[in-house]
């Protein structure tokens, strides 16, 4: 009797599976395909991130408009970015302006230096503007004591033979300790010490080594957001124009703003990598838009061959 009751509990199990088998066949084709449209999606991304869609002749035009577009942001804000007092800014309007002469960045750069609430305080950040400006020891140390850390580096690589502490103590030659942020802060720092102190091949293997670390992240990050284009701007500053791909300068001008700035915001992703919901768009800021116009300006100016573009401009020899 028992061994006929266990028959029969076998042949129910053995029906109930059977009858399953349909409903399980149907599950695990709708995850192959469910898996399939993810691995689809994720590879349009990579190729929308990364691969170029303008030809020569449109890049040029969409460039020259983007730029045009954020000098006369530049200009229409300028109040607000000389209240600011950001440095970094100051300096990378100096740079784009000795690589084209500009009078609106010239000009923005000139009445930052003659502010003579520079002399009182913040005096030591003026060389990263005016590097022919001395460096007070005292004040420069008092700075580098009480600043995070990466503006530590930046302190530092102004004037190395100054400071009282050590790169090795700051760990600004870590290869591999920092990241996001800090990231690219270092390679600005390790850029600026390179001006200061000079090159040598340890420094230049470093700052190579930085470069592909944030050139490899730019090949999966899709959010062009204020993070995103300051790998670009930085990179290119570093000199190495051949790790950015024209299709990241690409996606940057298309995040243009109307009024000609940039912000950080991508739909819903931002630098800080907290989700920001909402239908209304963040305004331009001059951090994005100013590191935004430095890359532009390297493209177009400082390497247009490696982007397809013609060299039909001098560079320009103003200091500001």
Known sequence: MAEVERQDKLSDGKARFMNNRPVLRRLLIACLVLAFLICIFYIGLLAYNNVPFASNATFAKRIDAGIELAENWIEEHRMDILERKNAALLAM?????KLKANPVLRGVVKSYLSQSSLHDRGACWIPLVDPNWPVNQQELNRMIGKEAIDYKWILY???PDKAKVTPEELQLFDPERWQHRKLTHQL?????L???????EELNKLIEHICERLTSELVFDVSVV???IQKVAFVLRAGLPQKIRRRWVERIIANQLPDGGWNDR??????SRKPKFGLSTSPSDQHATVQALTALYLVRYRYPEHFGLKQDFAVSESTY
């Open 266 to 271: 991508w739909f819903c992703f931002t630098s």
């Open 188 to 192: 600005y720092a390790l850029t600026l």
């Open 157 to 159: 690589a102004l004037a």
């Open 194 to 200: 390179r001006e200061t102190r000079g090159a040598d």
């Open 93 to 97: 309007l100096r740079e784009c302006n």
């Open 226 to 228: 204020d993070i995103y």
